[in-house]
């Protein structure tokens, strides 16, 4: 069946807990504010995923640049 293995964590959320999540999200935020609150909450995760990819991205151009320097000091010498 469709099981969704949360991560960093050993909970798995499976179809019967999916059904209960949005049935009390519907009667929390009410079916006008939850198409609202699912974009909120979409581009929030969009954005906090753009930014932990440019952290990634950075860590990799600073060890490029250190090897970089590394390899001009080897020449030097």
Do not use: Y
């Amino acid at each position: 069946m469709f099981e969704l293995l949360l991560p960093g964590t050993l909970m798995v959320v499976g179809p019967t807990s999916m059904v209960v999540i949005a049935v009390v999200a519907l009667i929390i935020f009410g079916p006008k504010k939850l198409p609202q609150f699912g974009r909120a909450m979409g581009s929030t995760l969009r954005e906090f995923k753009d930014a932990t990819k440019g952290l990634a991205t950075d860590d990799d151009e600073e060890e490029e640049k250190e090897k970089n320097q590394k390899k001009i000091e080897s020449k030097d010498a």
